[in-house]
């Protein structure tokens, strides 16, 4: 799509046509509005800072956030933000973008169930996290005011349920590999959504290690 949102502009370039064609086509429609939201979001709050970023970078990788967890990689047994981060990688290089532009995007991808580390990391790494944390956790709203989130919401609507679904949705995505969530907010997820799922815990890792002490 084209135009902007509460001010912000969708990006238009070839790239970022050719990635929103790719996540329609790849992820279920709430996972899609939600990727964009994050960047509406993202980009408004780098806007409140006065963070310097680049739109097309920023939008492409809000897409490929969550593409880990599409129908593509339900044999994976990768953790799904890796999957994501080296699809934007694969992306990212067909159109000759810059080496570093790339590390940052697959950073920012693979680090975004890792809340607490990202406000200190480059602008596009604190970004995709922030516009996550916006969409998911209603956090950030010092940031972004009602009326531009109520244009976002009339451009991208949530639906009915969205809380309950989303979870759902990161639950299908992740249950054939629940080893993957350990250390991420990620085991919440199947913790609630999986009856057969077991937690792995750090301290009996090390209590249960091969160490003789």
């Known amino acids: 799509m084209s135009g902007s949102v509460a001010g912000i502009r969708i990006p238009d370039s070839e790239m970022s046509r050719a990635a929103a064609m790719f996540a ?27 963070l310097s970023y680049d739109p097309d970078l920023l939008y492409v ?22 999957d994501g981060a080296d699809a934007v990688h694969s992306f990212l290089s067909e159109y000759g973008t810059h080496g570093s532009d790339i590390a940052e995007a697959w950073r920012a991808i693979a680090l975004h169930t890792t809340f607490g580390i990202q406000a200190a990391m480059p602008a596009l790494t604190a970004l995709v996290t922030a516009g996550v944390e916006t969409d998911l956790l209603g956090l950030h709203f010092d940031e972004v005011d009602r009326t531009e989130r109520d244009s976002v919401l009339r451009a991208f609507p949530r639906g009915a349920s969205f809380k309950e679904l989303i979870i ?27 009856p057969d799922y077991r937690r792995k815990n750090f301290c009996g890792l090390i209590l249960g290690s091969a160490w003789d002490d």
């Open 61 to 82: 990788t809000a897409l490929f956030h969550d593409i880990g967890l599409t129908r593509s990689y339900r044999n994976s047994q990768r953790r799904f933000e890796v």
């Open 168 to 194: 759902e949705v990161f639950a299908q995505g992740m249950k054939h590999r629940p080893a993957t969530t350990f250390g991420t907010v990620n085991a919440d997820v199947l913790d609630r959504c999986d």
């Open 24 to 50: 329609v086509a790849a992820e279920p429609e709430i996972l899609y509005r939600h990727s964009v939201r994050v960047f509406l979001f993202a980009a408004l709050i780098g806007q409140r800072r006065r």
